[in-house]
């Protein structure tokens, strides 16, 4: 079972992402991917903004993992850490750089959303979200949400 959203416009993707927050918890990954531009760390404002975090979710320059607290006047409860792994795909040990981030520290009491990191950080939790986003020709993105493993496709079902 997955999921699959058109998204006309970057306000519909921070919708989008506001709507998925509803259904995350502690210990959520969610895996992005999808080819540069896709709308990926757009995503992923939205899911600060549902979260209620503290700070911009911005495209880290030099820094690849950020932590955002959650705010009790948003009504935040839970911690996102976004990470975004595109700067490790020319390391030598893309794995070793994602260990020294020490993500498996945070990831029990966070929600930890990662772009570019497919085969790199699944091994952190033992079920996740894939979340792919595509560009089409007329700009409009598509959304496709695969559960693997855990309670994910129930939760999909509740987002409607
Ligand atoms: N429907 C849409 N959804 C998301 N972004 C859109 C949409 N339409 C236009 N955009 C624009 O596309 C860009 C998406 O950039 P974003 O940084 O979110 O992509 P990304 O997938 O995180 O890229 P990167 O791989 O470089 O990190 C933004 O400039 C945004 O305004
Ligand atoms: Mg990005």
Redesign the pocket.
Same mark, same amino acid.
């Given at each position: 079972m997955s999921v699959r959203v058109t @998204? *006309? =416009?970057?306000e !519909? =993707?921070h919708a989008f992402g506001r709507r998925l927050a509803g259904v995350l918890r502690a210990g959520d990954l969610l895996l992005l991917t999808? *080819? @540069?531009? &896709?709308?990926? =760390? &757009? @995503?992923t404002r939205g899911l600060g903004a549902g979260l209620g975090v503290r700070g911009d979710v911005t495209?880290p320059t030099f820094v690849i993992a950020r932590v955002h607290r959650p705010d009790p006047a948003r009504g935040g409860t839970v911690a996102l850490v976004h990470a !975004?792994a595109?700067r490790l795909g020319d390391a030598a040990d893309p794995r070793a750089e994602i260990d020294d981030l020490d993500l498996d520290a945070s990831v029990d009491a966070s929600v930890t959303v990662v772009?570019?990191g497919e085969g790199l950080v699944e091994q952190l939790v033992d079920t996740h979200l894939r979340v792919r986003?595509d560009r089409r020709d007329d !700009? =409009?993105?598509v959304v496709e949400l695969e559960p693997v493993g855990g309670d994910w496709a129930d939760r999909l079902t509740a987002l409607g």
């Open positions: @998204l *006309p =416009t970057v !519909d =993707t999808g *080819p @540069l531009g &896709a709308g990926k =760390t &757009a @995503l495209s !975004d595109y772009e570019w986003i !700009d =409009t993105r």
